[in-house]
């Protein structure tokens, strides 16, 4: 039986490879081209490394950082109001990232990372609780 420790290098390397054959396939737009191949790796093995309440509060920080302000009309409907929220993805300060190459570098779904934008607006920097929590079995 393998320990926790032969288990975790396993997934490390999983989680690199899935990183560097993602960057060898790129994104549509080829932002991920000006990315240094390793430290993607790393970045995604870290960030996997950590638990789900603690990859939640770097990404509503990460969200916070990137905030790139919202719209609000329509070119259609002048009369409506929306909001519709802007994000910039970088690498560093000066690379923009399209999303698919942000949510590749950290190893997440879209769903995942929706859930945390929303709870992020409509709750804050808060920790994200269960909505069974309350509840008592019977």
Do not use: V
């Amino acid at each position: 039986m393998k320990s926790n420790n032969e288990n975790n290098k396993h997934n490390g390397s999983n989680e690199h490879q899935k990183a560097i054959d993602f960057l060898e396939k790129r994104c549509n737009c080829g932002c991920s081209s000006r990315i240094p191949k390793e430290q993607f790796a790393e970045l995604r093995e870290s960030f996997q490394a950590l638990s789900k309440s603690e990859q939640d509060i770097f990404l509503m920080a990460q969200l916070k950082a990137m905030d790139g302000g919202s719209t609000s009309t329509s070119r259609r409907l002048k009369k409506k109001t929306r909001s519709n929220k802007r994000t910039f993805y970088h690498w560093d300060h000066n690379t923009l990232l399209c999303q698919e190459t942000y949510l590749n570098m950290l190893g997440i779904g879209r769903t995942y990372f929706e859930n945390i934008r929303n709870h992020l607006i409509n709750n804050g920097l808060l920790p994200r609780i269960h909505g069974n929590i309350k509840r008592i079995p019977q």
